[in-house]
């Protein structure tokens, strides 16, 4: 059984910068693309960001491209968030997720086998 574990969220500032993390155990993570989400109160999961198995390939939501960063270390078994320039629109319920198939194209939620059980951002103004 894969199991994601994240951390890294807290309470920031605008024009913050915050780190998650993404722990991976059960199986080796270079077997999976990996991907983070958000879903703020009232709005459905949205895609922030994805990495190919090999960290050769990142695909960024407009949102963010620019001030996120995504990374994986598959010696660590750990995928990482990076988040600069803070916004109060980025305040949400973050979340990595692990897919087995590696894509042409960005999928959508529905596309990922194992999630994790979140870690909250607030940004405040």
């Known amino acids: 059984q894969v199991q994601l574990v994240e951390s890294g969220g807290g309470l920031v500032q605008a024009g913050g910068s915050l780190r998650l993390s993404c722990a991976v155990s059960g199986r080796t993570l270079s077997m999976y693309a990996m991907g983070w989400f958000r879903q703020a109160p009232g709005k459905e999961r949205e895609f922030v960001a994805r990495?190919?198995?090999?960290?050769?390939?990142?695909y960024y939501a407009d949102s963010v491209k620019g001030r996120f960063s995504i990374s994986r270390d598959n010696a660590k078994n750990t995928v990482y968030l990076q988040m600069n320039s803070l916004k109060p629109e980025d305040t949400a319920v973050y979340y990595c997720?692990?897919?087995?198939?590696?894509?042409?194209?960005?999928?959508?939620?529905?596309?990922?086998?194992?999630w994790g059980q979140g870690t909250q951002v607030t940004v405040s103004s």
């Open positions: 990495i190919s198995r090999s960290g050769s390939s990142t």
């Open positions: 997720a692990a897919d087995r198939i590696s894509r042409a194209v960005v999928p959508g939620p529905s596309s990922y086998d194992y």
